[in-house]
């Protein structure tokens, strides 16, 4: 038995959650407590490719990737690995029978990222599918614990809203991509500058996709919901605040929701879930 192990990996991807995103932390925590730490094992798994790719610039990247990638196939194989964040992500796509092909979408979306890349709307709608939209089915399939029927019922949902928080991620990280990172995933855009048309036009996309992938978040079960609705409403703020500043103040600034805005959110939603509003 390697239960002590796999209390200790557990806890390793919890803190990954916790340093890196006090947001979804804090979405994770509203979640049952029974499926937060495989929403805490997927979690780290995904900050751990992402951060390869976008920050360990003094090492060779493409070596330290295509080592985290083989390591990943491995620990889902063997139900083991001594990277604690790779034990606890093979632990849960074993568990749930997480689909491979999802893992593969998602290590082909970060791989993109280890070179530059001239966006079409293809490459685009790529990146996103990998970059977000599996994430969310792979989070879909503990929030329905392996019910297949139910999981195809909502897989719709679930990528059109990982799909809507990537792009709301590209609008507010738009300074750091094209400046620090030299990325700019919105195709066509006229000399890497997005103008006010280009801005509204995502925003009303967005605006689309959460639209219909509120429908889906109403009827995921109890144990999730109010986890997913209160992530649905932080983005939905951040949307509204990128609505209120201009072309020009994306590429300059990143927005943000305050710590008390963010506070302010979840009494709202909070309150919606003891009226059952949601």
């Known amino acids: ?3 002590i192990y796999d209390t200790y990996c557990y806890e390793a991807s919890r803190l990954v959650t916790k340093t890196y995103s006090t947001s979804f932390f804090a979405g994770v925590k509203s979640l049952g407590k029974e499926i937060q730490p495989e929403i805490h094992n997927i979690y780290g798994f995904v900050r751990f490719a992402d951060e390869i790719v976008d920050t360990f610039h003094e090492y060779d990247k493409l070596e330290l990737f295509l080592d985290f990638k083989s390591s990943t196939y491995s620990a889902i194989e063997r139900g083991i690995s001594l990277n604690p964040i790779l034990n606890s992500f093979q632990s849960t796509v074993n568990k749930y029978n997480i689909d491979i092909r999802l893992i593969d979408q998602f290590l082909h979306s970060m791989e993109m990222d280890l070179n530059p890349v001239e966006y079409t709307k293809e490459k685009y709608d790529e990146y996103i599918l990998g970059s977000a939209e599996v994430v969310g089915l792979m989070c879909l399939k503990v929030f ?3 019910d297949e029927e139910f999981y195809e019922e909502l897989k719709p949902s679930a990528m059109i809203l ?7 991620n590209f609008l507010r990280d738009l300074k750091h991509d094209m400046n620090e990172l030299g ?5 066509n855009l006229e000399g890497n500058k997005i103008t006010a048309d280009d801005k509204q036009k995502l925003e009303k996309e967005i605006q689309l996709e959460f639209d219909q992938a509120l429908k889906g978040i109403k009827r995921l079960p109890k144990s999730s919901r109010f986890g997913v609705y209160l992530s649905y409403s932080y983005y939905l703020k951040l949307l509204q605040k990128i609505k209120g500043e201009s072309a020009e103040t994306l590429m300059n600034k990143r927005i943000r929701v305050s710590s008390f805005g963010k506070l302010r959110i979840f009494c709202a939603v909070y309150l919606k879930k003891l009226f059952n509003l949601i």
Do not use: C, D
């Open 1 to 3: 038995m390697k239960t």
């Open 162 to 168: 990982g799909s809507a928080f990537q792009k709301i």
């Open 144 to 146: 329905v614990k392996g």
């Open 183 to 187: 990325r700019v995933y919105f195709p």
